[in-house]
């Protein structure tokens, strides 16, 4: 935290208020705690608004993808970028909810949304979920769901190889280290349905591909649509 989030920590604590989940400083329970100089600070994509856009164009070259779209810019700002890590690495899972409840507003106000019937975060691999004690894109999806007013599926999909991160690969490699790594086990559960693919980071897209295809094969009258919380900055998706 910051000295100037440090100094909103301690006037918001003296004023008996609560904390901002990003920065430290006061943050009203109306706004989920995330304050006004936070909501109005982060580098929103603004993709989420445009039915055409670089992240849908990145799935939709190899599959029939609804819609598409990541919340923000994380490579724009060390604060965002710290979010992720935070929600993800540090056990901040109540930071990943908030954050999908805000996504959640954002998704619901556009109207692009609107017929998605089931939420279905990237599942973790059960050995992952041991070691983090977590997944983070499931309380992304359990913030979207909240808001969307959606069931989050968490059970039809599995992940059956405890694939190496892929923080530390770049091209060709992810894409390897990804393949057949996603079984559908209740078929029966995606049929006809809307299904929407929650991630935290999309980068290469490496991840969320391979779960598509494992989907569609599996359930090919499916509809797909994607959301990730960040993206790298829109020229490094092209």
């Known amino acids: 935290m910051s000295i100037v989030g440090n100094i909103y920590h301690a006037i918001s604590t003296m004023l008996g208020g609560d904390s901002c989940m990003i920065c430290g400083g006061y943050a009203d329970s109306q706004t989920h705690h995330v304050c006004t100089r936070c909501r109005l600070s982060i580098p929103l994509t603004r993709y989420y608004l445009e039915e055409e856009n670089p992240v849908k164009d990145r ?10 779209s990541a919340l923000y810019f994380y490579d724009s700002d060390p604060l965002w970028r710290e979010v992720i890590h935070r ?16 996504y959640g ?12 019937d089931l939420i279905l975060p990237i599942p973790l691999h059960p050995i992952k ?7 983070q894109s499931a309380y992304i999806a ?12 968490l059970r039809s999909v ?3 190889e405890n694939n190496p991160s892929q923080t530390t690969k770049s091209g060709t490699s992810r ?10 086990c209740h078929p029966d559960r995606l049929q006809g349905r809307h299904i929407l693919i929650v991630d935290d980071v999309l980068t290469t897209g490496a991840t969320i591909a391979s779960c598509i295809t494992a989907i569609y ?16 900055g829109e020229y490094t998706l092209k």
Not at 87 to 102: N, P
Not at 129 to 135: H, P, Q, V
């Open 175 to 184: 894409w390897e280290n990804v393949e057949h790594i996603f079984r559908v």
């Open 142 to 153: 359990e913030g979207l769901a909240k808001e969307m007013d959606v069931k989050v599926d």
């Open 105 to 116: 507003e954002v998704l619901r106000d556009t109207r692009l949304y609107d017929d998605v």
């Open 59 to 68: 799935f939709s070259s190899f599959a029939p993808i609804q819609h598409a």
């Open 158 to 160: 599995r992940r059956v």
């Open 217 to 232: 094969n599996a359930v090919p009258d499916c509809k797909i649509s994607v959301v990730a919380l960040a993206t790298p």
């Open 87 to 102: 929600s993800k690495y540090r056990g901040q899972w109540r930071l990943a909810y908030t954050m999908g409840r805000w």
């Open 129 to 135: 979920i041991l070691k983090r004690g977590y997944n």
